[in-house]
């Protein structure tokens, strides 16, 4: 009798340990699954992120390389006709225009190679105009001058194209006539018809002026615009209007602000502008600057009032309770260490900025531009637009162009973001 009361008293308690256990060993197995799935999600970005990385730097290092080839020119025997006390004047260029050195080096490159494709690039002859300009006492000796090799001399030397021209290129290579190395001009020289002398110099100057025009208005007057609405502003219909506002602009596609800084910057000024100074060019770094500023604008404010309305209401009340006045409050305590978070802001919208092509096409700046921009209102070009139309090339050695340009897109928002996250680390303030 006793032996049962205990095994009936028993039961239920151990019922409820076992059904707690079955409960907590669930509860684990669903921890376990979720950090696993977590796991596999991670790895599968990092897969992701490797493969486009590893694919960008397989074709983006063929892009910086170059083909060259080794002409011999006898320049007594050809007795151009340059002057050449002119060579070292700013005519330098029109004083050998009549020496017509694009038929005398295709003549010679026809002469070392009698092959089915070109042996030079198109414009492989401005190489020697170049190197009679810097010493122009080679008019007067034999000269070895290594000149930019044609596309498909330089396919032919991976072994693609018509195999009587890589069994031709292989052969000029074993001669020592053909060399492949890095290709300085690619940084160096602007946009060009000819992919083997095509740089990215033109178009990375452009996207620094731009940039520079981008940061110089959105990040001042996102931030004070912050400010004003996060300490001065008073709460009614008018303030609610202008959030609502700018949180919806910061989800407005990109392309829109195109046609905003088409119709403002562009065609607002051309009908009344001309009262105040000369029409804004359309591929013009200001004004692709300033249409990107419009853009970015929402997300710094957006940004920067919430990095202000992180900072603790006691930091306000103790410089209010010392005699400081609002503007001390906010530019001496409330500011800087609101700066971390406003920089982070900064961060992503001008990596945007960086990155945009739909609202540059509109206002002009995907023009052919063949000098790099020497101030912000000459014609120009950015990174991303240069990157499209190269993509639009039926040429190999453009597509090769396209992904050493993507790399050096890459290159430059890495450190621009570097910039900014050594300026937000300097500023941040730990609790």
Do not use: C
């Amino acid at each position: 009798m006793n032996k049962r009361l205990a095994s009936s008293d028993r039961a239920p308690t151990d019922w409820k340990a076992e059904a707690m256990q079955k409960r907590i060993r669930r509860r684990y197995a669903a921890e376990r699954r979720f950090k696993l799935m977590g796991l596999a999600a991670v790895v599968l970005s990092a897969a992701f992120l490797a493969f486009l990385l590893a694919t960008m730097a397989a074709n983006g290092a063929r892009g910086f390389m170059r083909t060259e080839v080794a002409l011999e020119f006898d320049f007594p025997a050809l007795a151009l006709p340059v002057d050449r006390a002119q060579l070292s004047t700013p005519g330098a260029d029109l004083a050998l225009a009549g020496a017509e050195l694009e038929n005398v080096v295709k003549g010679a490159a026809s002469a070392a190679y009698p092959g089915p494709v070109p042996l030079i690039s198109d414009n492989g002859w401005l190489t020697v105009r170049d190197a009679i300009k810097a010493d122009p006492g080679i008019l007067g000796r034999k000269e070895r001058i290594w000149i930019p090799a044609s596309p498909e001399i330089q396919l032919a030397l991976r072994g693609e194209g018509d195999p009587a021209v890589v069994t031709g290129a292989s052969k000029l290579e074993g001669l020592g006539a053909i060399r492949t190395g890095f290709n300085r001009d690619f940084l160096t020289a602007s946009n060009s018809t000819d992919p083997m002398v095509a740089g990215i110099w033109g178009a990375l100057k452009g996207s620094l002026l731009t940039m520079a025009i981008t940061f110089l208005i959105a990040f001042p007057v996102g931030v004070l615009s912050a400010i004003y609405l996060e300490e001065y502003a008073t709460r009614n219909r008018w303030t609610d209007l202008i959030e609502v506002s700018i949180n919806n602009l910061a989800a407005v596609p990109s392309i829109i602000f195109g046609l905003l800084g088409l119709a403002v910057f562009l065609g607002t000024w051309e009908m009344f502008g001309h009262q105040f100074g000369p029409l804004l060019p359309r591929s013009a770094a200001v004004v692709g600057g300033l249409t990107l500023a419009l853009m970015i604008m929402p997300v710094i404010v957006i940004a920067s009032r919430n990095a202000i309305k992180a900072v603790p209401p006691s930091i306000r009340d103790a410089a209010l309770g010392i005699g400081a006045s609002r503007v001390q409050v906010v530019f001496h305590h409330v500011l800087p260490l609101a700066m971390p978070g406003i920089l982070t802001g900064t961060i992503i919208g001008m990596a945007r900025a960086l990155g945009e092509t739909a609202p540059l096409l509109l206002i002009g700046m995907r023009a052919f531009v063949v000098q790099p921009p020497q101030g912000f209102t000459d014609p120009a070009t950015v990174l991303p637009v240069q990157i499209f139309l190269w993509s639009d090339e039926v040429s190999r050695v453009f597509v090769e162009k396209t992904s050493a340009a993507i790399i050096v897109l890459l290159v430059f928002l890495l450190a621009m973001n570097g910039l900014a996250i050594y300026l937000r680390n300097r500023f941040e303030t730990r609790w």
